[in-house]
Protein backbone atom coordinates (compact mmCIF):
# COMPACT_ATOMS: atom_id res chain seq x y z
CA UNK A 1 0.00 0.00 0.00
CA UNK A 2 2.98 2.17 0.86
CA UNK A 3 4.72 1.51 -2.33
CA UNK A 4 1.32 2.12 -4.00
CA UNK A 5 0.96 5.58 -2.45
CA UNK A 6 4.70 6.47 -3.29
CA UNK A 7 4.41 5.83 -7.21
CA UNK A 8 1.39 7.27 -7.52
CA UNK A 9 2.74 10.63 -5.38
CA UNK A 10 5.82 10.42 -7.92
CA UNK A 11 3.74 10.26 -10.84
CA UNK A 12 1.57 13.44 -10.23
CA UNK A 13 3.80 15.97 -11.37
CA UNK A 14 4.73 14.86 -14.34
CA UNK A 15 0.83 14.44 -15.42
CA UNK A 16 0.14 17.97 -13.93
CA UNK A 17 3.53 19.18 -16.36
CA UNK A 18 2.03 16.82 -19.17
CA UNK A 19 -1.52 18.53 -18.90
CA UNK A 20 -0.20 22.19 -18.69
CA UNK A 21 1.72 21.80 -22.01
CA UNK A 22 -1.44 20.27 -23.32
CA UNK A 23 -3.24 23.53 -22.35
CA UNK A 24 -0.35 25.58 -23.74
CA UNK A 25 -0.80 24.25 -26.90
CA UNK A 26 -4.44 24.64 -27.25
CA UNK A 27 -4.10 27.82 -25.73
CA UNK A 28 -1.39 28.65 -28.74
CA UNK A 29 -3.90 27.09 -30.96
CA UNK A 30 -6.64 29.52 -30.14
CA UNK A 31 -4.31 32.51 -30.70
CA UNK A 32 -2.96 31.54 -33.44
CA UNK A 33 -6.45 31.13 -35.09
CA UNK A 34 -7.92 34.77 -33.84
CA UNK A 35 -4.49 36.08 -34.93
CA UNK A 36 -5.48 34.38 -38.30
CA UNK A 37 -8.93 36.13 -38.22
CA UNK A 38 -8.00 39.20 -37.36
CA UNK A 39 -5.81 39.80 -40.46
CA UNK A 40 -8.05 38.14 -42.62
CA UNK A 41 -10.25 40.43 -41.56
CA UNK A 42 -7.80 43.56 -41.78
CA UNK A 43 -6.59 42.39 -45.28
CA UNK A 44 -10.17 42.01 -46.29
CA UNK A 45 -10.90 45.76 -44.95
CA UNK A 46 -7.63 46.98 -47.00
CA UNK A 47 -8.61 45.35 -49.85
CA UNK A 48 -11.85 46.61 -49.51
CA UNK A 49 -10.26 50.22 -49.02
CA UNK A 50 -7.97 49.82 -52.43
CA UNK A 51 -10.86 48.42 -53.91
CA UNK A 52 -13.37 51.39 -53.06
CA UNK A 53 -9.81 54.17 -53.50
CA UNK A 54 -9.67 52.88 -57.29
CA UNK A 55 -13.32 53.03 -57.90
CA UNK A 56 -13.27 56.71 -56.45
CA UNK A 57 -9.88 57.84 -58.76
CA UNK A 58 -11.56 55.91 -61.84
CA UNK A 59 -14.71 58.00 -61.21
CA UNK A 60 -14.04 61.24 -59.51
CA UNK A 61 -10.71 61.94 -58.48
CA UNK A 62 -8.74 61.21 -61.68
CA UNK A 63 -10.64 64.47 -63.26
CA UNK A 64 -8.81 66.64 -61.05
CA UNK A 65 -5.48 68.29 -60.51
CA UNK A 66 -4.92 69.67 -57.37
CA UNK A 67 -1.91 72.13 -55.58
CA UNK A 68 -1.19 73.85 -52.37
CA UNK A 69 1.89 76.06 -54.39
CA UNK A 70 -0.41 78.89 -55.23
CA UNK A 71 -0.75 82.48 -54.60
CA UNK A 72 -2.59 85.47 -55.35
CA UNK A 73 -1.14 87.71 -57.82
CA UNK A 74 -2.43 90.94 -58.69
CA UNK A 75 -1.38 94.50 -60.50
CA UNK A 76 0.88 96.60 -58.52
CA UNK A 77 0.60 99.72 -60.15
CA UNK A 78 3.64 102.15 -59.22
CA UNK A 79 3.30 106.08 -58.97
CA UNK A 80 5.81 107.66 -60.29
CA UNK A 81 6.51 111.64 -61.13
CA UNK A 82 6.68 112.76 -64.53
CA UNK A 83 8.73 115.94 -63.88
CA UNK A 84 10.98 116.69 -60.80
CA UNK A 85 10.07 119.00 -57.98
CA UNK A 86 9.16 119.11 -54.14
CA UNK A 87 6.71 117.16 -51.95
CA UNK A 88 4.73 119.78 -50.55
CA UNK A 89 1.46 117.33 -49.90
CA UNK A 90 0.49 113.67 -49.85
CA UNK A 91 -3.11 112.98 -50.21
CA UNK A 92 -3.15 109.49 -48.63
CA UNK A 93 -1.12 107.10 -46.81
CA UNK A 94 -0.55 103.03 -46.82
CA UNK A 95 -3.72 101.01 -46.47
CA UNK A 96 -6.15 103.35 -47.68
CA UNK A 97 -8.56 102.99 -50.51
CA UNK A 98 -7.89 106.17 -53.88
CA UNK A 99 -10.28 106.11 -56.23
CA UNK A 100 -8.75 106.67 -59.95
CA UNK A 101 -8.39 110.21 -60.91
CA UNK A 102 -8.09 111.75 -56.96
CA UNK A 103 -5.04 113.66 -56.05
CA UNK A 104 -2.15 111.57 -54.69
CA UNK A 105 1.22 114.15 -54.50
CA UNK A 106 1.79 117.45 -54.60
CA UNK A 107 4.80 118.98 -55.58
CA UNK A 108 5.71 122.70 -55.70
CA UNK A 109 4.89 124.52 -58.93
CA UNK A 110 6.44 127.89 -58.36
CA UNK A 111 9.08 127.01 -61.26
CA UNK A 112 6.19 125.74 -63.58
CA UNK A 113 3.79 128.38 -63.04
CA UNK A 114 6.76 130.92 -63.42
CA UNK A 115 7.52 129.30 -67.02
CA UNK A 116 3.86 128.23 -67.97
CA UNK A 117 3.19 132.18 -67.77
CA UNK A 118 6.57 133.15 -69.94
CA UNK A 119 4.67 130.63 -72.57
CA UNK A 120 1.45 132.37 -72.72
CA UNK A 121 3.31 135.69 -72.71
CA UNK A 122 5.10 134.44 -75.71
CA UNK A 123 2.49 133.03 -77.57
CA UNK A 124 0.55 136.37 -77.25
CA UNK A 125 3.25 138.47 -78.75
CA UNK A 126 3.21 135.95 -81.34
CA UNK A 127 -0.40 135.87 -82.20
CA UNK A 128 -0.33 139.76 -82.64
CA UNK A 129 3.17 139.74 -84.80
CA UNK A 130 1.25 137.35 -87.38
CA UNK A 131 -2.31 139.56 -87.00
CA UNK A 132 0.55 142.39 -88.10
CA UNK A 133 1.51 139.90 -91.04
CA UNK A 134 -1.97 139.43 -92.34
CA UNK A 135 -2.77 143.45 -91.89
CA UNK A 136 0.29 143.99 -94.04
CA UNK A 137 -0.97 142.13 -97.07
CA UNK A 138 -3.29 144.88 -97.35
CA UNK A 139 -0.77 147.84 -96.55
CA UNK A 140 1.73 146.34 -98.99
CA UNK A 141 -1.37 145.74 -101.40
CA UNK A 142 -2.08 149.78 -101.75
CA UNK A 143 1.62 150.38 -101.78
CA UNK A 144 2.03 148.43 -105.20
CA UNK A 145 -0.77 150.50 -106.54
CA UNK A 146 0.05 153.84 -105.38
CA UNK A 147 3.68 152.52 -106.96
CA UNK A 148 1.43 151.57 -110.10
CA UNK A 149 -0.13 154.96 -110.48
CA UNK A 150 3.41 156.79 -110.37
CA UNK A 151 4.86 154.53 -112.77
CA UNK A 152 2.02 155.40 -114.81
CA UNK A 153 2.52 159.36 -114.28
CA UNK A 154 6.08 159.02 -114.75
CA UNK A 155 5.42 157.42 -118.88
CA UNK A 156 3.52 160.45 -119.14
CA UNK A 157 5.78 162.61 -118.36
CA UNK A 158 8.55 160.81 -120.20
CA UNK A 159 5.91 160.52 -123.30
CA UNK A 160 4.94 163.75 -123.75
CA UNK A 161 8.68 165.56 -123.70
CA UNK A 162 9.82 163.34 -126.03
CA UNK A 163 6.91 164.38 -128.09
CA UNK A 164 8.03 168.10 -127.78
CA UNK A 165 12.02 167.04 -127.92
CA UNK A 166 13.23 168.68 -131.00
CA UNK A 167 10.62 171.66 -130.97
CA UNK A 168 12.88 173.80 -128.65
CA UNK A 169 10.68 173.87 -125.66
CA UNK A 170 11.81 170.97 -123.20
CA UNK A 171 15.92 170.93 -122.37
CA UNK A 172 18.09 167.79 -122.74
CA UNK A 173 18.07 168.18 -118.95
CA UNK A 174 14.91 168.03 -118.37
CA UNK A 175 13.85 165.09 -120.72
CA UNK A 176 16.89 163.34 -118.70
CA UNK A 177 14.87 163.60 -115.55
CA UNK A 178 11.94 162.34 -117.00
CA UNK A 179 13.95 159.18 -118.30
CA UNK A 180 15.55 158.89 -114.85
CA UNK A 181 11.66 159.70 -112.48
CA UNK A 182 10.64 156.36 -115.11
CA UNK A 183 13.37 154.23 -114.16
CA UNK A 184 12.77 155.54 -109.96
CA UNK A 185 9.03 154.78 -110.35
CA UNK A 186 9.27 150.73 -112.16
CA UNK A 187 12.41 150.12 -109.40
CA UNK A 188 9.93 151.22 -107.19
CA UNK A 189 7.30 149.77 -107.94
CA UNK A 190 9.42 145.86 -108.38
CA UNK A 191 10.22 146.52 -104.59
CA UNK A 192 6.88 146.85 -103.59
CA UNK A 193 5.50 143.71 -105.17
CA UNK A 194 8.69 141.56 -104.34
CA UNK A 195 7.72 143.16 -100.43
CA UNK A 196 4.17 141.99 -100.76
CA UNK A 197 4.91 138.67 -102.44
CA UNK A 198 7.33 138.28 -98.84
CA UNK A 199 4.67 138.81 -97.18
CA UNK A 200 2.13 136.31 -98.92
CA UNK A 201 4.66 133.49 -98.47
CA UNK A 202 4.57 134.39 -94.61
CA UNK A 203 0.54 134.15 -94.83
CA UNK A 204 -0.37 132.26 -98.17
CA UNK A 205 -2.76 128.84 -97.22
CA UNK A 206 -2.96 129.91 -93.21
CA UNK A 207 -4.65 131.68 -90.41
CA UNK A 208 -3.33 133.23 -87.85
CA UNK A 209 -4.60 130.40 -85.61
CA UNK A 210 -2.80 127.49 -88.07
CA UNK A 211 0.21 129.74 -88.63
CA UNK A 212 3.77 127.43 -87.80
CA UNK A 213 5.24 130.66 -85.66
CA UNK A 214 1.89 130.35 -83.61
CA UNK A 215 1.58 126.54 -83.86
CA UNK A 216 5.64 126.48 -82.17
CA UNK A 217 4.33 129.18 -79.44
CA UNK A 218 1.23 127.14 -78.51
CA UNK A 219 3.53 124.04 -78.45
CA UNK A 220 5.90 125.72 -76.17
CA UNK A 221 2.90 126.88 -73.87
CA UNK A 222 1.16 123.04 -74.22
CA UNK A 223 4.68 121.59 -72.72
CA UNK A 224 4.81 124.52 -70.33
CA UNK A 225 1.36 123.56 -68.99
CA UNK A 226 1.46 119.74 -68.96
CA UNK A 227 4.35 120.39 -66.70
CA UNK A 228 2.78 122.44 -64.43
CA UNK A 229 -0.43 120.09 -64.35
CA UNK A 230 2.08 117.26 -63.72
CA UNK A 231 3.09 118.86 -60.68
CA UNK A 232 -0.07 116.79 -59.15
CA UNK A 233 -0.05 113.15 -58.89
CA UNK A 234 -3.46 111.60 -59.83
CA UNK A 235 -4.13 108.00 -59.02
CA UNK A 236 -3.74 105.88 -62.29
CA UNK A 237 -6.29 103.37 -61.11
CA UNK A 238 -8.58 102.69 -58.24
CA UNK A 239 -6.77 101.02 -55.48
CA UNK A 240 -5.49 100.68 -52.08
CA UNK A 241 -2.09 102.31 -51.33
CA UNK A 242 1.07 100.16 -50.58
CA UNK A 243 4.94 100.49 -50.39
CA UNK A 244 4.87 104.29 -49.58
CA UNK A 245 8.26 105.71 -49.69
CA UNK A 246 8.01 109.56 -50.26
CA UNK A 247 8.28 112.44 -47.53
CA UNK A 248 6.85 115.38 -47.26
CA UNK A 249 9.50 118.04 -48.33
CA UNK A 250 11.45 114.92 -50.20
CA UNK A 251 12.81 116.63 -53.62
CA UNK A 252 12.26 113.53 -56.45
CA UNK A 253 12.97 113.24 -59.68
CA UNK A 254 11.29 111.96 -62.74
CA UNK A 255 10.82 107.99 -62.18
CA UNK A 256 11.57 107.16 -58.93
CA UNK A 257 9.23 105.14 -57.10
CA UNK A 258 6.70 106.87 -54.72
CA UNK A 259 4.12 104.73 -53.65
CA UNK A 260 2.02 101.99 -55.45
CA UNK A 261 -1.65 100.89 -55.83
CA UNK A 262 -2.84 97.37 -55.89
CA UNK A 263 -6.50 97.06 -57.49
CA UNK A 264 -8.54 94.21 -55.08
CA UNK A 265 -11.13 94.02 -57.55
CA UNK A 266 -8.90 92.62 -60.30
CA UNK A 267 -6.68 89.77 -58.70
CA UNK A 268 -5.96 86.41 -60.24
CA UNK A 269 -4.20 83.10 -58.72
CA UNK A 270 -0.93 81.58 -59.93
CA UNK A 271 -0.84 78.32 -59.11
CA UNK A 272 2.45 75.90 -59.79
CA UNK A 273 1.98 72.87 -61.35
CA UNK A 274 4.06 70.04 -61.60
CA UNK A 275 4.70 69.16 -65.03
CA UNK A 276 3.13 65.94 -64.71
CA UNK A 277 0.00 67.77 -63.83
CA UNK A 278 -0.60 69.67 -66.83
CA UNK A 279 -0.90 67.02 -70.08
CA UNK A 280 -4.74 67.28 -69.91
CA UNK A 281 -4.79 70.81 -68.47
CA UNK A 282 -6.87 73.70 -70.87
CA UNK A 283 -7.63 76.99 -71.10
CA UNK A 284 -11.12 77.59 -69.58
CA UNK A 285 -11.27 74.69 -67.45
CA UNK A 286 -12.86 75.59 -64.21
CA UNK A 287 -11.06 75.78 -61.10
CA UNK A 288 -12.84 75.71 -57.22
CA UNK A 289 -10.16 77.56 -54.58
CA UNK A 290 -9.98 77.93 -51.07
CA UNK A 291 -7.50 80.33 -49.19
CA UNK A 292 -5.92 79.78 -46.21
CA UNK A 293 -7.30 82.93 -44.56
CA UNK A 294 -11.19 81.86 -45.02
CA UNK A 295 -10.50 78.25 -44.76
CA UNK A 296 -12.83 75.58 -46.22
CA UNK A 297 -15.66 77.04 -45.43
CA UNK A 298 -15.36 79.73 -48.04
CA UNK A 299 -14.89 78.15 -51.64
CA UNK A 300 -13.67 80.51 -54.41
CA UNK A 301 -14.85 79.74 -58.42
CA UNK A 302 -12.19 80.79 -61.23
CA UNK A 303 -11.09 79.45 -64.56
CA UNK A 304 -8.29 78.47 -66.34
CA UNK A 305 -7.22 81.65 -68.08
CA UNK A 306 -3.51 80.32 -69.34
CA UNK A 307 -0.74 78.39 -68.66
CA UNK A 308 2.82 80.27 -68.73
CA UNK A 309 5.43 79.78 -71.90
CA UNK A 310 8.06 78.02 -69.66
CA UNK A 311 8.65 76.38 -66.14
CA UNK A 312 9.49 78.78 -63.11
CA UNK A 313 13.37 77.32 -63.17
CA UNK A 314 13.62 78.66 -67.15
CA UNK A 315 12.58 82.07 -65.80
CA UNK A 316 14.31 82.27 -63.29
CA UNK A 317 16.88 85.42 -62.13
CA UNK A 318 19.62 82.50 -61.80
CA UNK A 319 18.57 79.46 -64.28
CA UNK A 320 20.05 76.20 -63.55
CA UNK A 321 22.87 74.80 -66.12
CA UNK A 322 21.59 71.31 -66.56
CA UNK A 323 24.78 70.69 -68.98
CA UNK A 324 27.40 71.58 -66.47
CA UNK A 325 28.19 67.94 -65.20
CA UNK A 326 26.13 68.02 -62.29
CA UNK A 327 22.81 67.43 -62.77
CA UNK A 328 20.20 66.48 -60.82
CA UNK A 329 16.60 65.66 -62.44
CA UNK A 330 14.19 67.77 -59.93
CA UNK A 331 10.34 67.94 -61.23
CA UNK A 332 9.22 71.44 -62.69
CA UNK A 333 6.77 73.14 -62.13
CA UNK A 334 4.90 74.93 -64.39
CA UNK A 335 3.07 78.45 -63.31
CA UNK A 336 -0.73 78.02 -64.09
CA UNK A 337 -2.80 81.45 -63.83
CA UNK A 338 -6.50 81.53 -62.72
CA UNK A 339 -9.61 83.71 -63.03
CA UNK A 340 -11.35 84.65 -59.73
CA UNK A 341 -15.01 85.06 -59.88
CA UNK A 342 -15.63 88.98 -59.13
CA UNK A 343 -18.24 88.59 -56.85
CA UNK A 344 -16.11 85.96 -54.87
CA UNK A 345 -13.97 88.48 -54.38
CA UNK A 346 -16.36 90.97 -53.69
CA UNK A 347 -17.63 89.20 -50.55
CA UNK A 348 -14.29 87.57 -49.42
CA UNK A 349 -11.55 90.08 -50.43
CA UNK A 350 -8.29 88.69 -50.63
CA UNK A 351 -4.63 90.37 -50.69
CA UNK A 352 -1.57 89.77 -53.09
CA UNK A 353 0.44 86.79 -51.96
CA UNK A 354 -1.96 84.71 -49.85
CA UNK A 355 -1.72 80.61 -49.97
CA UNK A 356 -4.23 79.30 -51.84
CA UNK A 357 -5.75 75.72 -52.33
CA UNK A 358 -5.72 75.01 -56.14
CA UNK A 359 -8.22 71.96 -57.83
CA UNK A 360 -8.46 71.79 -61.61
CA UNK A 361 -11.22 70.31 -63.38
CA UNK A 362 -9.52 68.19 -66.29
CA UNK A 363 -12.40 65.91 -67.26
CA UNK A 364 -13.55 68.14 -69.99
CA UNK A 365 -9.56 68.69 -71.91
CA UNK A 366 -11.18 69.24 -75.71
CA UNK A 367 -9.74 72.49 -75.53
CA UNK A 368 -6.14 73.73 -75.90
CA UNK A 369 -3.18 74.59 -73.50
CA UNK A 370 -2.45 77.65 -75.19
CA UNK A 371 -4.06 80.95 -75.92
CA UNK A 372 -5.24 81.79 -79.35
CA UNK A 373 -2.44 82.62 -81.52
CA UNK A 374 -4.46 85.83 -83.25
CA UNK A 375 -4.35 88.43 -80.78
CA UNK A 376 -7.93 88.65 -79.18
CA UNK A 377 -7.89 92.02 -77.87
CA UNK A 378 -9.62 94.91 -79.60
CA UNK A 379 -8.64 98.03 -76.93
CA UNK A 380 -5.71 97.75 -74.33
CA UNK A 381 -5.19 94.94 -72.02
CA UNK A 382 -4.98 97.59 -68.83
CA UNK A 383 -5.93 101.68 -69.71
CA UNK A 384 -6.24 105.02 -67.79
CA UNK A 385 -7.74 108.40 -68.94
CA UNK A 386 -6.65 110.44 -65.81
CA UNK A 387 -4.14 111.66 -67.54
CA UNK A 388 -5.95 113.29 -71.22
CA UNK A 389 -7.80 115.64 -68.84
CA UNK A 390 -4.34 118.30 -68.87
CA UNK A 391 -3.67 117.72 -72.18
CA UNK A 392 -7.14 118.41 -73.07
CA UNK A 393 -6.95 121.65 -70.38
CA UNK A 394 -3.85 122.42 -72.23
CA UNK A 395 -5.50 122.99 -75.34
CA UNK A 396 -8.53 124.93 -74.28
CA UNK A 397 -5.85 127.14 -72.52
CA UNK A 398 -4.14 127.83 -75.77
CA UNK A 399 -7.51 128.43 -78.08
CA UNK A 400 -8.28 130.87 -75.38
CA UNK A 401 -4.76 132.91 -75.48
CA UNK A 402 -5.55 132.75 -79.32
CA UNK A 403 -9.07 133.96 -79.09
CA UNK A 404 -7.96 136.74 -76.74
CA UNK A 405 -5.39 138.27 -79.14
CA UNK A 406 -7.15 137.75 -82.46
CA UNK A 407 -8.78 140.54 -84.01
CA UNK A 408 -11.75 141.09 -86.70
CA UNK A 409 -9.37 142.35 -89.01
CA UNK A 410 -7.00 139.68 -88.90
CA UNK A 411 -9.78 137.33 -89.45
CA UNK A 412 -11.27 139.52 -92.31
CA UNK A 413 -7.33 139.81 -93.88
CA UNK A 414 -7.12 135.90 -93.44
CA UNK A 415 -9.86 135.01 -95.69
Known sequence: MNTNANETSQSSPDAD???????????????????????????????????GYGIWWAIYARHFEDTDDAYVAGNVVQVTPQVGGTVIAI?????????????????????????????????????????TLFVNNGALNATVTARTADLERARADLARRQELDGTGAVSKEELAHARTALQSAESALQAAREQLASNQVLTEQT???KHPNVQR????????????????????????????????????APGAPLLSIV??????????????????????Q???????????????????????AGT?????????QNASGNWIKVVQRIPVRISLDPKDLEAH????????????????????????????????????????????EAEARVAQIIAANTGAQAGKSAH
Open 91 to 131: HADDTELIQAGKPLIELDRSDAKVALEQAEAQLAQTVREVR
Open 217 to 252: AAAQVQAAYLNYARTTLPAPVTGYVAKRSVQIGQRV
Open 17 to 51: QTNAQVDTAENGAAANGKRKRRLIVASALILLLLI
Open 312 to 320: GAAFALLPT
Open 263 to 284: PLHALWVDANFKEVQVARMRVG
Open 349 to 392: PLRVGLSMQVKVDIANDEGTSLTAAAPARDNPAYATDVFDTAGN
Open 207 to 209: SVA
Open 286 to 308: PVTLESDVYGSKVEYHGKVVGLS
